[in-house]
């Protein structure tokens, strides 16, 4: 028999497919409770408000992501790991889309969450830099200290809005598909491409093919 899971725990996934689904702007705490077929005072003793839901979604989030964001330990990566690091951006991205959608006004909201996002940008942004100069030291890539730090800049933008690109193309926003997603991490190896020396290309380009998506099924609408 599957153990209950508790009551704060359901709430926050919950919350998470109903963000996920209508955007965090249409849902209310009374909206969660209804869902859940709770009541609202039963929720609050769990959280006060629904920036208090938001914080404990943004640390999955966080954890989730500085689980896989690191180089190898003890060797030099491969292109089977640059794979394993798309795959893991696209599953974050995917399921955590409603915090790529309403960033702006989630961070605006809440300053402490503006804040802890601040350091979360700069740590990943380190742990970036120090994957690419891996995958140059591996001879995968070719590039030097000031072409990474550009790289790994230019990925960190697409990768944070690419849904709310998404968002300003699809006449419904909460109908994104896991295909516009996916063709958000293809931009970044599009990114990476000039830097692929020799030896890595054809393993690379394989890559590419895995992850490309045409653009108008990207920009299609769920049903």
């Known amino acids: 028999m599957a153990p209950r899971i508790k009551t704060r725990e359901r709430i926050v996934q919950n919350s998470l497919e109903l963000f996920n689904q209508q955007g965090e702007r249409s849902v209310s705490t009374n909206h969660i409770a209804a869902h859940m077929e709770m009541s609202p005072g039963n929720l609050y003793y769990h959280f006060p408000n629904k920036q208090a839901i938001i914080a404990e979604l943004f640390t999955e989030y966080e954890a989730l992501v500085d689980s896989f964001l690191r180089p190898p330990k003890g060797r030099l990566p491969s292109v089977e790991d640059k794979r394993f690091y798309l795959m893991e951006l696209l599953d974050g991205m995917w399921r955590y889309r409603f915090l790529h959608r309403d960033l702006e006004h989630l961070l605006d909201a809440d300053p402490e969450l503006a804040a802890r996002y601040r350091r979360f940008s700069q740590h990943c942004l380190i742990q970036g830099m120090a994957i690419y100069s ?70 690379v380009n394989a890559l590419c093919e895995e992850f490309y998506v045409p653009l108008g099924r990207a920009l299609e609408e769920t049903p």
């Open 134 to 203: 891996g995958f140059v030291e591996a001879g995968i890539l070719r590039m030097d200290k000031v072409q990474i730090e550009s790289l790994t800049l230019n990925v960190w933008i697409i990768l944070t809005s690419w849904v709310r690109f998404l968002c300003t193309t699809l006449e419904d926003a909460t109908r994104l598909s896991e295909d516009a997603m996916r063709r958000g991490v293809y931009q970044v190896l599009m990114l990476e491409l000039g830097y692929v020396t020799p030896e890595a290309r054809d393993a």
